[in-house]
């Protein structure tokens, strides 16, 4: 069965500089998450897309957008990168009210 | 305030023996849906189980099973006859406002439990 993609699987970036983090969800998912997990923590909401549009943002920094596409692929992109923003970053799908079926997750180390 | 709450940090348990992990949840939402995740050592969180608030039955997928006290506000997970791969960590999350299917709210996840299983 289809699962959540996510890429890159693992990034280094050095401090100040930006990222980009892709995420195509399971076909015929029309709702997509972004999570944050800092080294031994569990996972933080960052935002949410259902069909396109921003349905929820939680503790997202300023630094950070996201924005969902025509084809339901969605992208994180974060700025200006500080140390304490190395974490897995996850990115979950699900059809609307369903369980959210999460991706491999990307580790950003930012150094 | 903590919404979600896993008591124990870690836990141990014997291969082929039952093992409960414990979950409270905080929420005065009357429709909220509970879930489990397990997160192996490699990092990708696996969903393991969903129990809705208005569901009569307890919820089972396999060897896991949910055991929902709603007045104690305890989501409960049981792992029957474990298994060397069940060592991982086990996320408790939730997610408010789930009446009939329409909610695409977020998870808030418990701290986690260390589960280690021996032979």
């Known amino acids: 069965a289809a699962g959540v993609i996510q890429s890159p699987r693992h990034l280094i970036k050095e401090k100040r500089e930006t990222a980009t983090l892709k995420c195509y969800p399971i076909p015929r998912h029309d709702t997509v998450y972004w999570y944050q997990q800092g080294p031994g923590q569990d996972p933080q909401f960052l935002i949410s897309f259902y069909e396109k549009m921003q349905s929820d943002k939680g503790s997202i920094p300023d630094r950070f957008s996201a924005q969902q596409f025509s084809d339901y692929h969605s992208e994180l992109n974060m700025s200006s990168l500080e140390l304490g923003d190395s974490a897995l970053y996850f990115c979950?799908?699900?059809?609307?009210?369903?369980?959210?079926?999460f991706g491999p997750g990307t580790r950003l180390t930012v150094t | 305030a903590q919404k979600i709450t896993q008591t124990q940090p870690g836990m141990f348990v014997q291969e082929k023996e039952a093992v409960t992990l414990d979950c409270t949840y905080d929420t005065s939402d009357p429709s909220y849906g509970l879930f489990w995740y397990k997160q192996p050592s490699s990092g990708e969180m696996i969903f393991l189980i969903y129990?809705?608030?208005?569901?009569?039955q307890n919820a089972t997928e396999g060897r896991y099973s949910l055991n929902f006290q709603k007045a104690r506000k305890s989501a409960n997970l049981v792992i029957s006859a474990s298994q060397l791969g069940d060592s991982a960590m086990y996320f408790c999350a939730m997610r408010e406002g789930d009446a009939g299917g329409t909610s695409y709210g977020k998870l808030t996840f418990g701290q986690g439990t260390i589960l280690t299983v021996h032979p």
């Open positions: 129990q809705g608030s208005y569901d009569q």
């Open positions: 979950a799908s699900s059809i609307q009210g369903y369980e959210q079926y």
